[in-house]
């Protein structure tokens, strides 16, 4: 089986004990590479220095709409930064009012900055989308990002939404809370969206699937993810492994 978690945290601190052992259980597991994403700009040469370090991680760069940084991000700060050879997307940047302590003109003037900055760069923006579907989907629109596309990451919304999404030329990635017992509407979008723009990510270490829900997450769970989606899809997880992977090299632009 061959893998490719889209989205995860393997830079964060409750890695810093067993981060080698984690990366082998990925590989055993099937893992290929993984993206790990950026979520403030201070971390990011850490996190530059993990995927210079290992073949197989690739980053983004990018500032969480939650995150409170000394200083807004730029387009050409951002740009900059995105410019390095393993950096593969702009994000995760977005939309959260679930936690809302992040004034909603910020979140929305860093948003729309991130999606310029993924524009100018040819790379595709990793969106982050919480209670804030309207918002999201008209900022997507006016922004224009059909021109770099995207991924709606740990989508858990309707498939009105997904369609809209998809209709922006953005991509659509599951993690384990589509696993989740009381999902199985989530689980009917992810019957719904076509081969071509479906992907998975574990956010690790956060939402571990069943049946790892409640510990920590890792990169080599993806695959309950797989099965989840597949089971619901009527294939194989093999089919689905397969063809996320083969998703997330065309989205991200990685040949391994
Ligand atoms: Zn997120
Ligand atoms: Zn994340």
Redesign the pocket.
């Known amino acids: 089986m061959q893998l490719v978690d889209t989205h995860c945290h393997v830079d964060f601190h409750p890695f810093d004990d067993d981060r080698e052992a984690v990366f082998e259980r990925y590989s055993a597991a099937g893992g290929r590479w993984l993206v790990a994403v950026a979520v403030d700009l201070e971390n990011a040469p850490r996190l530059f220095a993990l995927a210079e370090e290992k073949a197989n991680v690739y980053c983004s760069v990018g500032v969480h709409p939650n995150h409170e940084p000394r200083v807004e991000p730029t387009v050409p700060q951002l740009c900059e930064l995105a410019a390095h050879p393993k950096c593969v997307a702009v994000g995760?940047t977005g939309m959260d009012f679930f936690r809302h302590h992040v004034d909603r003109e910020i979140q929305e003037t860093r948003f729309r900055t991130h999606i310029r900055a993924a524009k100018r760069m040819g790379k595709p923006v990793i969106v982050?989308m919480r209670e804030a579907d309207a918002d999201t989907m008209r900022i997507l629109e006016v922004e224009g990002v059909e021109a770099c596309g995207g991924i709606m990451?740990?989508f858990s919304s309707t498939w009105e939404i997904a369609r809209q999404a998809l209709g922006l030329g953005m991509s659509i990635s599951f993690s384990g809370n589509v696993t989740f017992k009381r999902n199985e509407t989530l689980r009917e979008v992810a019957a719904r969206i076509p081969e071509e723009a479906l992907l998975i990510e574990t956010?690790a270490p956060y939402l571990a699937p069943v049946p790892h829900r409640g510990k920590r997450n890792e990169p080599a769970f993806v695959c309950h993810v797989a099965e989840c989606i597949a089971e619901v899809r009527g294939t194989t997880a093999e089919y689905i492994a397969e063809l996320t992977c083969e998703n997330a090299r065309r989205r991200f632009g990685v040949t391994l």
Do not use: T
């Open positions: 995760e982050h990451h740990c956010d």
